[in-house]
């Protein structure tokens, strides 16, 4: 008898997208072992690039966004036949919660795009929906699992979980379990969520490649580098970071800032780097494609992160692989990856004065030609990329994936798949 192939639809809010890799490596690595995975996408899928993997699996992709007449007759008729298997969800939107007339409104909307979910994938044999973040397309694909009578699962990153919640009580109650990418995220959603079951629950770390980069460790012949990466979105609070450059202008370092990423509030910022007579130290780069990233990671002294909300950030895994110097805020997972004075520096959210004078004392260091700060500084630097090749790496992280996500998803039949596999969380 032909043993049956695990089949997961796996959706995010936008699919391919650049800024989001490691949504299209967790696919490629549940086909590596047997399992028949079927990306969605909310949106319209982002710009793919040069990468031909990327590029087919966007060809693939079920978009929620290019839906045809024939679709929203079929998902009318399935909320009218298996209403009944959404009352609960309908009931908890309109008449309980604090969210706003808006919120719930959205929520109705969404309800006909889960049915539309639905409809794209009912024939293809699914078993279980599978949802990157928390936000929107976890309440599509929540809907859609119950339309189709299948279990389903989301990973919840930060601000999808700290800013963002609408909803989750729901979410979370409902799911088969919930992936979260660091231990501060499980114990808040423990914290504020203490209806959920703690055992479905688990940490699943993201990672980054490991390969080693030599690069120069002296800063005494160029000037002191600033490098940030991220989109442009208020969250990111770049303008922070600009600010702060105004005061290093005012103390006399001479310097370069480098801003990495699109975004809407980039014309915010030009207003903020015109108005400090910022443009010569202050560069707004726009988005930069992976391979022209290196070269900036190796021109910079010190990579900064100056977000309010953050999961545990790839930029700093990268940076700190590639053996840099990195500062980032005292938040949320953070601290599972930085470890202050060891292999990187923390600072207060928020505190400017602080943000800038651990940056004039790195500055001080890095320019030094004392042997005792120059080997502090080397140790630190390797401490850093240890950290991330030891607790980081994506090869290693993505086998615990896998063996996590099959095991937590499977069934007898599908044993095949996970003969050997240990549930491990990370």
Known sequence: ???????IAYLANQFPAAVEGYVGEEIEELRRRGAKVIPGSVRRPGSTGSHSQNRSLAEETVCLRQIRVRTLVRAVALILTRGERISDILKRVLFRGNEGPWIRLKALLHVGLGACYAVRLENRGVHHIHIHHGYFGSFVGMIAARFLGISYSVTLHGSDLLLHSAYLDLKLGNCRFCLTISEYNRRYILEHFPGVDATKIHVSRLGVETVFCQFSESNASRQFTILAVGRLH???????LVRACARLRDCEVPFNCLIAGEG????????IIGRHGLQNCVALLGHVNREKMDSLYETADLVVLTSRSEGIPLVLMEAMAREKIVMAPEITGIPELILPGRNG???KAGEMEEFVQRILFLHALMCTKNAVSFGR???IRHAARLQVVNNF???NNL???GDSFLQLVAKPDWSHLHENFVLQQI
Do not use: C, I, Q, S
């Open 234 to 240: 208020a969250v990111k609070d770049h303008a922070f």
């Open 1 to 7: 008898m032909k043993r049956p192939v695990l089949t």
């Open 377 to 379: 500084l080397k140790w």
């Open 393 to 395: 790496g994506r090869a």
């Open 399 to 401: 086998t615990h994936f």
């Open 345 to 347: 520096f923390l600072y």
């Open 264 to 271: 809407p509030e980039r014309r915010n910022l030009e207003v």
